[in-house]
């Protein structure tokens, strides 16, 4: 089966990766890591904090940044939310158009959700930062989630942006701002720092499973402002972390060249739907800078399509999102699997 449908890796792992998995000695499978003897998280967290240069005490390490979400989430909605006139807050703020999981974890921990609007633009979809301040003074949530770039929109935050957000809304709304994506559209990471040094109330989560390529491995790590022991240890791991894992995770890491190589490579595809559909009426490709893109189509061909593609083995995302319902969102996979994708939408889109 091709799977283009969540957002995965269609590529081959890195030479190192594959090394790290080989080379891996069961024995050390054997006993706990001892780094937490010297007040470290793990392996991880130590190199992910050099590389972002960010304390390691600011380091979060999760199973995933679903696990990053659902921490944060359950931690500053119900165990920690905090009262305004006399009652606890459990609002969160979610982008419209985002990743459903938001709303299931709000919901799953008693949390109450609201949506602040983003807009269709051209070839895009943005945030109005002016409205999403005005949104969260009026709402006063106790967490405003953004993410950059959003899934399945696409559209991001610059840091100017996320500091201007962050300097004009009150200082007990947690920003979580999800950047699982965020490697695929710049390698500056260069703001991530001052932003966590300045901005106690910010949280950034990132993870291995989409420029890294390796969301089986389930491995997230974030970041948060100074002064949150308690939720960080909510957070830790008292005996550590899976010491296998953490191998594959360093190796990855170490494998910039590689991964940026394969998300240079997925240009190709963006420019291939857009060429090949762009100007097809009843079709609108938008802006892609993650390793998915979000494709608009006329809803009368989903039945034929669906059909067409499970006969290939393909399985691609057919939105349901309100507002969504006439939009594909494929993940760019290699360029054999985006040309088949490619010819069968236009091949049924001809015959309909
Ligand atoms: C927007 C967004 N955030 C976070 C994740 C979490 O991925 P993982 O738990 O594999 O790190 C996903 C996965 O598809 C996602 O789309």
Redesign the pocket.
């Known amino acids: 089966m091709n799977f283009l449908d969540?957002?995965e890796f269609n590529f081959e792992p890195s030479q190192k990766v594959v090394e790290a998995i080989k080379n891996f000695d069961p024995k050390d499978l054997c006993f706990y890591t001892r780094i937490y003897d010297q007040g470290k998280k793990s392996v991880i967290s130590v190199r992910v904090g050099e590389i972002y240069g960010v304390p390691e005490e600011q380091v979060l390490l999760t199973y995933?940044?679903?696990?990053m979400?659902k921490n944060a989430i359950h931690y500053f909605l119900s165990i920690n939310s905090q009262e305004v006139n006399g009652t606890p807050n459990t609002k969160i703020l979610i982008p419209e158009f985002s990743?459903w999981?938001y709303n299931k974890v709000a919901q799953e921990c008693g949390g109450t959700f609201e949506m602040y609007p983003l807009h269709e633009k051209e070839d895009t979809f943005a945030y109005d930062i002016d409205e999403v301040i005005e949104y969260t003074n009026r709402v006063h949530p106790r967490m405003l989630l953004l993410?950059s770039p959003?899934?399945p929109t696409g559209n991001g935050l610059t840091p100017e942006e996320t500091a201007r957000i962050l300097e004009n809304i009150p200082s007990d709304t947690i920003v979580l701002i999800?950047e699982?994506?965020a490697s695929f559209i710049s390698k500056d990471t260069a703001y991530i720092a001052p932003l966590v040094n300045k901005y106690s109330n910010l949280i950034i989560?990132r993870?291995?499973?989409?420029f890294y390529g390796l969301?089986g491995l389930?491995c997230?790590f974030g970041f948060i402002g100074k002064g949150h022991d308690q939720f960080l240890s909510y957070v830790n791991k008292y005996l550590g972390y899976n010491r296998f894992s953490e191998a594959v995770a360093l190796a990855a890491l170490d494998s910039d060249d590689h991964y940026r190589h394969v998300a240079d490579d997925m240009e190709w595809g963006r420019q291939l739907y857009k060429k090949e559909l762009g100007d097809l009426p009843g079709f609108k490709v938008y802006k892609s800078v993650a390793n998915f893109i979000l494709i608009k189509y006329p809803v009368e061909i989903k039945d034929k399509l669906m059909e067409e593609l499970k006969a290939q083995d393909y399985k691609i995302k057919f939105m349901t999102d309100k507002g969504l319902e006439s939009c594909l969102r494929i993940t760019l996979g290699r360029k054999e699997q985006t040309q088949v994708v490619c010819d069968t939408i236009k091949r049924v889109y001809n015959n309909k």
């Open positions: 969540r957002n995933g940044g679903e696990d979400l990743w999981y993410a959003n899934n999800d699982a994506y989560s993870t291995l499973s989409k969301p389930r997230g």
